[in-house]
């Protein structure tokens, strides 16, 4: 019986790059000449730190770029509403998530049995495994959750015939 997982991954190693690379286009922007702004990763939050508010949001643009760059998802990225401001910095976090959570798989689960695909959808873990009797209805699932709204990067694991 063919099957696959979805699954919401951050690759630490892509992660990194992102990070090395935003931190390379930092010390070239002209902008950012004579500002002290760093971007800084301890496993998988990233930390934005610079001087002023409107330079934290074009830190968090540029990182962004570079995410795109390196295939990850900044936008999964739980982070704070407002930059954090301790004496002369501002600081914004950006912590990347590993796994599905409950509501989020439910709500995956949900939309599976709501498109009255015949397939079988469960939660495992971190993960949701779809299992079903045709390669075409999985990839029908496949394509319907690439154009849901969801704010999680999904990837689809483990696709077996």
């Known amino acids: 019986m063919p099957s696959f997982d979805i699954v919401s991954e951050t690759d630490e190693v892509a992660l990194r790059h992102a990070v090395d690379n935003a931190n390379r286009e930092l010390a070239s922007r002209f902008d950012f000449r004579g500002v002290e702004a760093s971007i800084g990763q301890n496993g998988l939050s990233v930390t934005l ?49 590993q796994g599905i959570d409950q509501p989020t798989a439910k709500k995956i689960v949900k939309m599976i049995k709501d498109s009255k695909i015949k397939v079988q959808a469960s939660i495992q873990g971190d993960q949701v495994r779809v299992n079903g009797k045709k390669r075409d209805d999985l990839q029908q699932v496949i394509a319907m959750l690439k154009e849901s709204k969801l704010e999680l990067p999904l990837q689809f694991n483990n696709f077996r015939d």
């Open 49 to 97: 730190k610079t001087e002023s508010e409107f330079q934290v949001r074009q830190l968090e643009e540029l990182f962004a770029k570079a995410c795109v760059k390196q295939n990850l998802s900044a936008a999964g990225a739980d982070r704070e509403d407002k930059p954090v401001h301790s004496g002369k910095t501002f600081s914004l976090t950006l912590a990347f998530k």
